[in-house]
């Protein structure tokens, strides 16, 4: 007898085997539904990336044209003469007789020295002067009768046996020896003179007079004061302030174009909104090599005195140009730490052009650089468009 197995099925093994089946179908599903989205996006990118090859950029053309312009600088005001007084010789004060902001004419006593051992010194030159014209005297004297000795024995030498041939040639020498002595003399009183000459004009130097009509800016000394030439502080000052020099650093790029006698006006804080006007006096046709401008110097007839050396103007400087130059916007300059660019169009692709920039007019920057008038550069320069890249162009609408 053959036994019959029931099949029989666990309800927990049944509900396993439901689990499994729906999480499968749902890995399935989601799986699909990512596989179609990646296909979409690779699909997107790819459209993206062909239309995104070309750049659109605004561009504008170079021009050219002969800039005039006025630019602001900064100056200063000299004088045009000046003079630290120090004396040549060490004394003393004795008397001085203009102070700070006193008006002086040329020539002009203002100081007064005294020095005890110039005069000691001035009498003992006059006594050798002297004392050389008194030999010079005795000799000229001793000459006179030793010549006329000599001339005598000479013409009673015409006489054979009446006088010897030694007697006759110890008078003629004599008589040399006494004009040597003489033009000894003559050479002791022309030293004595010279040295007596020479004290003279230091004597002189006791006495100070100004060099030129100016003023009094400074004043170190006063009477019974002790000073001297190697002094480190001079008695006076003195500054001709009745013209004055306007002295403005040029810059190199605006150098160009300045000539002698051109008219130039320029303001000062001390006069606000009033405009005076100087006249370019001197070019030194040499830049300094620190700052790399040149210093013009304007002269300007101060009569009314109105202005004082010290003072900063503001100087409307003219720009002017020879002939003419190349001209962008300002904003088509890229600027980076290393260079100074515009970027170029050039057979549809971007070009970077180094320039130099020189003078700024109404928006408008002159550049000196690769370029031509009628090159097309981008209205905004940046380092972001980067050269080689395929640019498509718009026309700039600003005028």
């Known amino acids: 007898m053959i036994a019959k197995r029931k099949s029989f099925t666990s309800p927990k093994l049944t509900l396993l085997v439901a689990v499994i089946a729906l999480l499968t179908a749902c890995s399935s599903d989601t799986g699909s539904s990512q596989s179609s989205t990646g296909a979409q996006g690779a699909t997107a990118s790819g459209q993206g990336g062909r239309s995104g090859g070309t750049q659109a950029i605004e561009v504008?053309?170079?021009?050219?044209?002969?800039?005039?312009?006025?630019?602001?600088?900064?100056?200063?005001?000299?004088?045009?003469?000046?003079?630290?007084?120090?004396?040549?010789?060490?004394?003393?004060?004795?008397?001085?007789?203009?102070?700070?902001?006193?008006?002086?004419?040329?020539?002009?006593?203002?100081?007064r020295l005294e020095a005890p051992e110039l005069v000691a010194q001035k009498q003992e030159a006059q006594s050798k002067v002297e004392s050389a014209e008194a030999q010079r005297a005795e000799a000229e004297a001793k000459l006179t009768s030793d010549q006329s000795t000599f001339l005598r024995l000479k013409s009673a030498a015409a006489t054979p046996g009446v006088v010897s041939g030694n007697d006759l040639e110890v008078a003629q020498q004599v008589t040399e020896a006494d004009r040597a002595r003489l033009r000894?003399?003559?050479?002791?009183?022309?030293?004595?003179?010279?040295?007596?000459?020479?004290?003279?004009?230091?004597?002189?130097?006791?006495?100070?007079?100004?060099?030129?009509?100016?003023?009094?800016?400074?004043?170190?000394?006063?009477?019974?004061?002790?000073?001297?030439?190697?002094?480190?502080?001079?008695?006076?000052?003195?500054?001709?302030?009745?013209?004055?020099r306007v002295v403005v650093p040029i810059p190199e790029n605006y150098f160009s174009g300045t000539v002698?006698?051109?008219?130039?006006?320029?303001?000062?804080?001390?006069?606000?909104?009033?405009?005076?006007?100087?006249?370019?006096?001197?070019?030194?046709?040499?830049?300094?090599?620190?700052?790399?401008?040149?210093?013009?110097?304007?002269?300007?007839?101060?009569?009314?005195?109105?202005?004082?050396?010290?003072?900063?103007?503001?100087?409307?400087?003219?720009?002017r140009r020879s002939r003419p130059t190349l001209f962008v916007p300002t904003s088509a300059i890229a600027r980076t730490n290393?260079?100074?660019?515009?970027?170029a169009v050039r057979n549809g692709k971007s070009?970077?052009?180094?320039?130099?920039?020189?003078?700024?007019?109404?928006?408008?920057?002159?550049?000196?650089?690769?370029?031509?008038?009628?090159?097309?550069v981008a209205v905004r320069g940046t380092d972001e468009l980067r050269p080689g890249t395929s640019v498509s162009v718009q026309q700039n609408a600003e005028k």
């Open 260 to 319: 002698n006698g051109a008219k130039v006006n320029f303001t000062v804080p001390a006069f606000p909104g009033e405009r005076f006007t100087g006249t370019i006096a001197r070019i030194p046709d040499s830049l300094d090599v620190k700052t790399r401008t040149m210093p013009v110097e304007l002269d300007f007839i101060n009569s009314s005195a109105r202005l004082a050396p010290g003072m900063y103007p503001e100087v409307e400087w003219p720009v």
């Open 351 to 376: 070009e970077w052009v180094d320039v130099k920039t020189g003078a700024t007019v109404d928006k408008m920057t002159e550049v000196f650089g690769d370029l031509h008038e009628g090159d097309v």
């Open 184 to 244: 000894a003399a003559e050479q002791n009183i022309a030293a004595a003179k010279s040295a007596l000459k020479a004290i003279a004009e230091i004597e002189s130097y006791l006495q100070v007079t100004a060099p030129f009509d100016g003023v009094v800016t400074e004043r170190n000394a006063h009477p019974g004061a002790l000073v001297g030439p190697s002094g480190n502080v001079p008695m006076l000052r003195i500054e001709k302030v009745s013209r004055l």
């Open 338 to 343: 290393e260079r100074r660019f515009l970027v």
């Open 60 to 111: 504008t053309k170079v021009i050219s044209q002969k800039p005039s312009l006025t630019v602001k600088l900064p100056g200063e005001i000299t004088p045009y003469e000046f003079v630290a007084e120090y004396p040549k010789v060490t004394a003393f004060v004795k008397w001085i007789g203009v102070d700070r902001g006193s008006h002086v004419k040329a020539g002009q006593e203002i100081v």
